[in-house]
């Protein structure tokens, strides 16, 4: 499999828009209930976004686009938001309780990882402060909450595709996870709702020049 090639970062390319790309409504499960807990991730104020097909790569900007080219794995087919190394990464959190009974003690881990990058281990987290916890106290039958969160693609991240690993826990002794838990330690005492490492995916383009 080819991996992304790089692209130049410059200033006037970045013309913000506000579009979302979205991982698609998703459930989570959750031993003994009839209805699960459904979750999203919503990419949000992006510069850009990259299409992989059978064609290859693609990078869509405000007015211009860029064919990169390359062979994917059908699994990587689909539409990612784009942001430039350095810029912040915004996202939201969609979280719905599908089932009658009502949730107590939630508490919401995101932590952006590699997905398909040069040089970086699949699941390994990003440079930087890349990890963020919500403690959510209630959540009724049929009530749906939007959590948001930043992160800073730092200079050194590795360029390619990203994830975000989203993991609900259901703390039953309340909030006792400390701030930037690492997610190993927070399985051992939570009972677990949603562990999902490709929850979302987006892409940080190389800072450098285009590969013509």
Not at 107 to 116: F, G, N, P, R
Not at 143 to 153: F, Q, S
């Amino acid at each position: 499999m080819k991996h992304l090639p790089s692209l130049v970062l410059g200033l006037a390319l970045v013309l913000m828009f506000t579009p979302t790309v979205t991982a698609g409504a998703q459930r989570g499960k959750h031993l003994g209930d009839a209805a699960p807990l459904e979750y999203e991730i919503v990419y949000t104020d992006f510069p850009g976004t990259l299409t992989i097909d059978e064609s290859g790569a693609t990078y869509h900007f405000s007015g211009w686009a860029w064919y990169a080219g390359g062979s994917y794995d059908e699994g990587h087919f689909g539409t990612y938001a784009v942001y430039f190394i350095g810029q912040c990464m915004s996202f939201e959190i969609r979280l719905r309780n599908m089932s009658n009974r009502t949730y107590k003690n939630l508490k919401v881990i995101a932590a952006q990882e590699y997905h398909l990058a040069d040089g970086a281990d699949y699941g390994a987290p990003l440079p930087g402060e890349s990890t963020q916890e919500w403690f959510v106290t209630e959540l009724r039958g049929g009530d749906e909450i939007v959590l948001r969160g930043r992160a800073r693609v730092a200079y050194d991240t590795r360029p390619g595709l990203d994830q975000t690993h989203l993991q609900v826990l259901h703390w039953v002794n309340g909030n006792q996870v400390p701030l930037n838990a690492q997610l190993k330690g927070a399985r051992a005492d939570g009972r677990i709702f949603v562990d999902n490492q490709e929850a979302g995916i987006y892409c940080p383009p190389a800072f450098g020049l285009l590969d013509f």
